[in-house]
């Protein structure tokens, strides 16, 4: 592929769950396409999960467009190894032109098109659309003392299973769905668990999980672009109440901790002079939008992510993102979220596309 650049209408960089539901509607739409994906094998960032962690929803509620998943044999929550099952038959009974691995080192506005430089060689692409989600940009705040710390620190990106913590005692930081799913399994093996967050974290009813969330989700998208009020998912609770968290919740082990001001060599400390010893620090403190590929452009806002207009990049019509978060289309960073955003984005591009070539 090195060599002259390679035109197409349309790049899409990352064959996670949003690239993958690009491709779909892509697909559909006959469009001249390619997805660049930097992984050797399929399955996105679900690959590099912990096994144990389940999704939000049922498998029914989980589903890609044009495809359902089929039900998880480990209970009604499906797991890492079920979404990496379900995406590499998905991106194999679409034929979906995934090449890998190809590393996007920059994207570069060009005269009539955006200029894609990888590890492989350089395309040249009327419209693209970056879905390279979050998984590889983990975030861990300062506390003073962290690099003092002599015991082990890790990010949920890091976390592989419970083996690791028996006999040891742990604090977990982050008030969200990761934190609970692995302190809930941590506590099964640990000496002593301590959970410390921002703010008291909530459970959401045993009756809502993912498909509930999305449904708010949209609910409150459309009524602020109405410049109305809704309930939001912060209404009800933040934490989905799995099988695994509601163990944890009934044998007593989801007691939060107000956050730590300092880190001391061997534990954490609060303003008020109180310390607790510790071996070692499980960060579940979220993580941010991998946009790296797109400095070249120079569109980050203020806050750190790309202003848009739907998925569409405001100083660059070009560009759109998909998958990042609430700010790229309702809950488009889950698998059910990803897949209804993408097919008013891929709408949108085809209809550039269309403009283009007319032109």
């Keep these: ?16 769950q949003a690239g993958l539901a690009a491709g779909y509607h892509l697909r559909r739409a006959q469009a001249d396409f390619v997805i660049l994906d930097a992984q050797s094998q399929s399955g996105g960032a679900w690959r590099h999960a912990w096994p144990s962690l389940r999704l ?4 029914r509620y989980s589903s890609l467009p044009g495809r359902m998943m089929p039900p998880s044999r480990s209970g009604d929550y499906p797991d890492a190894a079920d979404a990496v099952a379900y995406l590499t038959d998905y991106e194999r009974r679409y034929d979906l032109p995934v090449i890998r691995p190809v590393t996007v080192h ?6 009539a098109c955006l200029r894609v430089e990888t590890d492989a060689g350089i395309w040249r692409a009327r419209i693209v659309i970056s879905a390279t989600g979050t998984w590889w940009r983990p975030y ?14 890790l990010h949920t990106a890091d976390y592989r299973g419970p083996e690791a913590f028996c006999g040891k005692n742990a604090v977990i930081v982050g008030g969200g769905n990761s934190a609970a799913q692995i302190l809930a399994e941590i506590s099964t093996v640990a000496r002593a668990t301590t959970w410390v967050t921002r703010r008291t974290p ?3 009813p045993d009756e809502v999980d993912g498909k509930a969330l999305f449904d708010l989700a949209t609910r409150r998208h459309h009524a602020a672009l109405a410049g109305e009020s809704a309930t939001g998912i912060s209404d009800l609770g933040d934490i989905v109440a799995v099988p695994a968290v509601r163990q944890a919740r009934d044998r007593g082990a989801l007691k939060a901790e107000p956050m730590f001001s300092r880190i001391t060599p061997h534990g954490v400390a609060w303003s008020d002079g109180a310390e607790l010893a510790c071996d070692v620090i499980v960060w579940c403190t979220g993580f941010r939008p991998a ?15 790309i202003p848009t207009t739907g998925t569409r990049a405001l100083g ?3 560009l759109h993102l998909l998958g990042y978060g609430d700010w790229t289309g309702p809950a488009s960073a889950t698998l059910i979220g990803a897949g209804r955003t993408a097919r008013d984005t891929v709408a949108e591009v085809m209809k550039q596309v269309s403009e283009v070539s007319d032109g």
């Design 1 to 16: 592929m090195i060599g002259a650049p390679r035109l197409v209408d349309v790049l899409v960089i990352g064959a996670g």
């Design 56 to 59: 939000f929803s049922p498998a």
């Design 106 to 111: 920059n994207v570069r506005r060009g005269d």
């Design 140 to 153: 861990v705040p300062y506390y003073p003392g962290i690099g003092d710390f002599t015991g082990r620190q």
């Design 202 to 204: 909530r459970l959401l």
């Design 291 to 305: 946009l790296g590929h797109l400095a070249p452009l120079r569109l980050r806002g203020p806050e750190g992510v």
């Design 316 to 318: 660059e019509p070009r």
